[in-house]
């Protein structure tokens, strides 16, 4: 699509296969349509048999994708007025998190090191304790915290800085962030252990 290939520059690759997913549910609809003939009943179309299929976060993303494309196409000529623009997102109801309590996390933790005793698990049991550790006690994001390295560890001023790699943080702002005496104790406790080869934090 011309239109991903002129704003994949400024999109974290996160981003880009997330619009790449919305475009494969688009094309279903609309790939034998040239852009210059899509009405809005072809989206109405997508509304009625691809909507209901789609949790609300999805469709946010897809509209929003399709809108975005069709918006590309008025900008070049080939619509005089996005045939989309009318469509109302669905509205989307965030889940109540359940927090565990401290006895409670100390038990999960430890039933997930206790895998290891079972056969095959090859000290998965082990890296998935000490992951859900660090993201328990750093508030860090799944892919930021896979991404932290012992480099943006420092012990001398207890804190750890926060970059997310090469995909960057959700808003591409590099933070850093206190280590809370767990945090401390259980980064200590990895290190100790570590391989001099090993990088990354877990």
């Known amino acids: 699509v011309s239109w991903l290939a002129g704003v994949r520059h400024a999109l974290k690759p996160s981003s880009i296969a997330r619009r790449e997913v919305c475009i494969k549910g688009l094309a ?11 009405s809005v009943a072809h989206c109405d179309r997508w509304l009625e048999k691809r909507g209901n299929e789609l949790s609300a976060s999805s469709f946010a993303q897809e ?11 008025v900008k070049r000529g080939l619509l005089l007025d996005n045939p989309a623009v009318s469509i109302k997102r669905r509205k989307i109801i965030t889940k109540r998190i ?19 005793r079972m056969f095959g698990t090859q000290g998965k049991g082990k890296r998935g304790a000490d992951l859900l550790e660090l993201l328990g006690y750093s508030g860090c994001r799944l892919r930021e915290a896979t991404e932290l390295c012992w480099k943006d560890v420092d012990f001398e001023l207890s804190c750890i800085t926060v970059t ?30 570590r391989l001099p080869e090993k990088s990354d934090l877990v």
């Open 98 to 116: 359940v927090v565990p309590t401290r006895e409670q996390f100390r038990l999960i933790i430890a039933a997930i090191r206790d895998e290891d």
């Open 63 to 73: 509209l929003d994708t399709m809108r975005l494309i069709l918006d590309y196409a």
């Open 164 to 193: 997310g790699g090469e995909g960057g943080t959700k808003n591409n702002e590099t933070r850093t962030i206190p280590m809370a005496p767990a945090l401390e104790e259980l980064l200590r406790r990895l290190n100790k252990a």
């Open 28 to 38: 279903r609809f609309f790939n034998n349509v040239p852009i210059r003939n899509i």
